[in-house]
């Protein structure tokens, strides 16, 4: 296997163990000796479906329809005590975004609004920038009363590239292939940041190969590992600290082959020049 086939799959692995509870068994361990108890993943639902409640009766958010059940066939591994499986249109809210006509110039000519497609994302990083600008135009026209998106928000793709991250350090909108994601009350949006390219790909191997696509729909159905929130931050650290050990690994190797590649131009020259000096006697 390539280095870079390998190095990948060492990061999938890593993140496996991680919406698995495998990752954090021994901080579980250490945490069920301490005080207060670990609040059960349920009892977070259970601020958040009061949560949303709250904002409807405000008039801050629309009525929206229950989502089906989790039914046991769905679920594809064994959850640790005190995490709970649930659809992903749970814990977060998500915006699609939308494209205005490539062909119509008004909303594209001297643009001055940042406008994100998958290629400007930065996978697992931030945005700083857009290739592409829209007009105040195409935002009356095309995105009406749909906010920009502020700074800070996660984004994800989940057409084409499925499961690519990023936030953005610019205000901006994004074409239809993106959604924003906005996490409820005590969701951790560093959690979901590392986790989602795992959980989209399990996602995808059950249900878009089978001849579906993502879309709004399949998106807020999408099954989701849940742990408490102490928890969430704990696999963060976690995931984090392994990925800089595994990213250091990664320097070292190229220096080793930037190296080797040096020594062995340093050996062929000398070769070389040995041979010419040769053929001049």
Same mark, same amino acid.
């Given at each position: &296997?390539?280095?870079? @086939?390998?190095?990948?799959?060492?990061?999938?692995?890593?993140?496996?163990?991680?919406?698995?509870?495998? #990752?954090?068994?021994?901080?579980?361990?250490?945490?069920?000796?301490?005080?207060?108890?670990?609040?059960?993943?349920?009892?977070?639902? $259970?601020?958040? $479906?009061?949560?949303?409640?709250?904002?409807?009766?405000?008039?801050? &958010?629309?009525?929206? $329809?229950?989502?089906?059940?989790?039914?046991?066939?769905?679920?594809?591994?064994?959850?640790?005590? !005190?995490?709970?499986?649930?659809?992903? $249109?749970?814990?977060?809210?998500?915006?699609?975004?939308?494209?205005?006509?490539?062909? *119509?110039?008004?909303?594209?000519?001297?643009?001055?609004?940042?406008?994100?497609?998958?290629?400007?994302?930065? !996978?697992?990083?931030?945005? +700083?920038?857009?290739?592409?600008?829209?007009?105040?135009?195409?935002?009356?026209?095309?995105?009406?009363? *749909? @906010?920009?998106?502020?700074?800070?928000?996660?984004? %994800?793709?989940?057409?084409?590239?499925?499961?690519?991250?990023?936030?953005?350090?610019?205000?901006?909108? +994004?074409?239809?292939?993106?959604?924003?994601?906005?996490?409820?009350?005590?969701?951790? *949006?560093?959690? #979901?940041?590392?986790?989602?390219?795992?959980?989209?790909?399990?996602?995808?191997?059950? @249900?878009?190969? %089978?001849?579906?696509?993502?879309?709004?729909?399949?998106?807020?159905? %999408?099954?989701?590992?849940?742990?408490?929130?102490?928890?969430?931050?704990?696999?963060?650290?976690?995931?984090?600290?392994?990925?800089?050990?595994?990213?250091? &690994?990664?320097?070292?190797?190229?220096?080793?082959?930037?190296?080797? /590649? %040096?020594? &062995? /131009?340093?050996?062929? @020259?000398?070769?070389?020049?040995?041979?010419?000096?040769?053929?001049?006697?």
């Amino acid at each position: &296997m390539k280095k870079d @086939k390998l190095l990948k799959a060492v990061k999938q692995a890593i993140l496996q163990e991680a919406i698995q509870g495998k #990752l954090t068994e021994d901080w579980r361990a250490l945490r069920q000796a301490q005080e207060p108890p670990l609040e059960p993943a349920n009892e977070l639902l $259970k601020r958040i $479906k009061a949560e949303k409640a709250l904002r409807q009766a405000q008039g801050k &958010m629309r009525k929206e $329809k229950p989502l089906l059940p989790i039914a046991q066939e769905e679920i594809p591994f064994e959850l640790p005590k !005190d995490w709970i499986w649930c659809r992903f $249109k749970d814990i977060i809210n998500f915006q699609l975004g939308k494209t205005p006509a490539s062909k *119509q110039a008004s909303y594209w000519t001297n643009g001055t609004i940042d406008w994100l497609n998958i290629r400007d994302m930065v !996978d697992g990083g931030f945005i +700083h920038k857009t290739s592409k600008k829209i007009t105040e135009k195409a935002v009356k026209d095309v995105f009406k009363t *749909q @906010k920009i998106v502020p700074v800070d928000t996660l984004l %994800m793709s989940f057409k084409l590239t499925v499961g690519k991250v990023s936030i953005n350090k610019i205000p901006l909108f +994004h074409n239809e292939a993106i959604i924003s994601i906005f996490p409820y009350t005590d969701i951790s *949006q560093s959690f #979901l940041l590392n986790i989602l390219p795992v959980v989209t790909s399990l996602s995808v191997s059950k @249900k878009v190969l %089978m001849g579906q696509t993502f879309n709004s729909t399949s998106l807020a159905k %999408m099954l989701f590992p849940l742990p408490p929130l102490a928890e969430q931050k704990a696999i963060v650290e976690k995931v984090e600290s392994l990925m800089q050990k595994i990213s250091a &690994m990664e320097e070292e190797i190229n220096k080793s082959e930037q190296n080797a /590649q %040096m020594l &062995m /131009q340093a050996v062929l @020259k000398e070769a070389f020049e040995g041979k010419k000096e040769e053929v001049e006697v």
